[in-house]
């Protein structure tokens, strides 16, 4: 089985500056990860995922993840965050077994301050 | 153009009713998905559907059952409704149930059970 831990339940920081959302993950076979972000009264919308190759992806609005398998880690992060990243973010990790299910971890607020 | 579309949008009812929320999809996807988010925006999967056959069934009380009457369509119907069932409600598709399907979600359904 999966399992998915984001270790900020909140995360409030000011315009422009850098942030990273963090998130762990358990499995015992081998996983793909993505990140959703939901903005308030929507459905989540993908952001990112990594399924193999290069460990560092990009997402179209300047956030990026890193798949470190030794940490079983996939933090994300943006380098200047506007007001409009304000959001629920969640990182999810979908299993090659088990009906590939896709498991979410609680979300992280990010609050983007002016 | 919606691609998953989700009625009602908010759904307010006594203990004890039978209600239904329906999705529909046009994105030409094979799975659909009912997701429960608490109040806490924990998201849990309750069911999947991959060309109207039965996939993922979590442990799920017997008051829910979803209907898929064709790929496009993921029907939820509650019976006897409680008030622990207050929660939004998200479908969800994806094209097939690999590892490179990413999910697209509805927009929700907020249930208040009183």
């Known amino acids: 089985a999966q399992s998915v831990t984001q270790l900020d339940s909140q995360v409030p920081v000011f315009e422009e500056a850098p942030v990273e959302l963090r998130c762990n993950y358990s499995?015992?076979?081998?996983?793909?990860l993505f990140w959703y972000v939901q903005y308030p009264n929507q459905g989540l919308q993908l952001l990112l995922k990594?399924?193999?190759?290069?460990?560092l992806v990009e997402s179209i609005n300047g956030f990026e993840a890193e798949f470190n398998k030794s940490q079983t880690s996939f933090h994300l992060r943006k380098p200047s965050v506007h007001i409009s990243d304000t959001a629920e973010y969640f990182c999810?990790?979908?299993?090659?077994?088990?009906?590939?299910?896709?498991?979410f971890g609680a979300g992280t607020r990010l609050f983007v301050k002016a | 153009d919606t691609a998953v579309s989700q009625t009602p949008k908010y759904l307010v009812t006594q203990m004890g009713n039978d209600k239904s929320i329906k999705c529909e999809q046009n994105?030409?996807?094979?799975?659909m998905y009912w997701y429960k988010q608490d109040s806490k925006k924990f998201l849990k999967i309750m069911f999947s559907?991959?060309?109207?056959?039965?996939?993922i069934n979590e442990t799920v009380p017997n008051r829910f059952s979803p209907k898929s009457p064709d790929k496009a369509h993921l029907n939820l119907h509650i019976n006897s409704l409680e008030l622990g069932d207050s929660a939004v409600y998200f479908c969800?598709?994806?094209?097939?149930?690999?590892?490179?399907?990413?999910?697209?979600f509805g927009n929700g359904t907020r249930l208040t059970v009183t």
């Open positions: 969800a598709s994806s094209l097939g149930r690999g590892p490179n399907s990413p999910l697209h």
């Open positions: 499995s015992s076979v081998s996983v793909y």
């Open positions: 990594y399924l193999s190759g290069s460990t």
């Open positions: 999810a990790v979908r299993g090659v077994t088990g009906g590939f299910k896709t498991i």
């Open positions: 994105l030409g996807h094979d799975t």
């Open positions: 559907y991959n060309n109207k056959e039965l996939i």
